[in-house]
């Protein structure tokens, strides 16, 4: 094994190990200050690891790391983000993994690479765009928009359309990500369909703030209710 290999190996063994910190949230800045050439590449692993936690802390160091990339050397930022977009081409022979979640997480962080590729970022759940027809990618992709509706609701608004269409999506997952967007710029009009959720028991896990939630669709149709309303009062 020469030098360059070994440290790679090393390297990979130390994210390893920082994702699996049960603090990791309380460390997420850290990831700002890391070199990017250095650590990206092992983040990236992780994006299909089966373990879930590492799997999705991956995802939240990578958004750290590239915002942070974006506003020291914005090109090699964008550079990244185009090999995610390669990685969910067809031709690129890859799954993209982790890719929409990851994008979402950075351009939630970076109001560059959002003005940039937001518009791309929302066209993942437009079935006449740039539409991700795998279901896990499908899922993934929603997750992304809930991600940055949380801090771009203004760039966002323009998928509303596509996401209110999932609050009928038969898979739970689905609902709940939709129910999530719409605490960040649901309208008057999405109340009567946010409240007739108010009473599905379906359980699902959803990952938000870096830890992972045990709730319902129900109880998350409650939590957008009240944001609705709390935005019409201010208003």
């Known amino acids: 094994m020469n ?35 250095k650590m990206i590449n092992p983040l990236i692993s992780f994006f299909c690891s089966t373990d879930e936690t ?8 990578a958004g750290v790391l ?22 969910l081409n067809d031709e690129s022979g890859g799954i993209g993994w982790g890719v929409p979640e990851a994008m979402g997480e950075a351009l939630a962080r970076s109001a560059l690479l959002a003005r940039e590729y937001g518009r791309i970022l929302l066209s993942f759940i437009k ?4 539409y991700l027809e795998h279901l896990p990618l499908q899922q993934g992709a929603l997750w992304a928009v809930a991600r940055f509706a949380q801090v771009r609701s203004d760039l966002a608004a323009q998928a509303l359309p596509d996401v209110r269409r999932h609050l009928n999506n038969p898979d739970p997952h689905f609902r709940a990500l939709a ?22 028991v379906a359980p699902v896990r959803l990952y938000r703030n870096e830890e992972f939630h045990e709730t319902t669709v129900g109880a998350l149709a ?3 209710a009240r944001c609705i309303r709390r935005c019409l009062n201010d208003s």
């Open 3 to 37: 030098g360059s290999t070994g440290g790679i190996g090393r390297r990979k063994r130390q994210v390893a190990e920082r994702l699996r910190d049960p603090r990791f949230g309380d460390h997420l800045d850290q990831w700002a200050h890391e070199d990017a050439r």
């Open 54 to 61: 590492m799997r999705w802390h991956a995802v939240s160091a």
């Open 66 to 87: 590239l915002a942070s990339l974006a506003q020291k050397d914005a090109e090699s930022a964008r550079v990244v983000i185009r090999r995610f977009l390669w990685s």
């Open 127 to 130: 079935e006449d765009e740039n």
């Open 179 to 200: 129910l999530w967007i719409l605490t960040a710029w649901g309208g008057q009009e999405d109340l009567p369909a946010v409240q007739s959720l108010q009473d599905d």
């Open 222 to 224: 409650h939590e957008a």
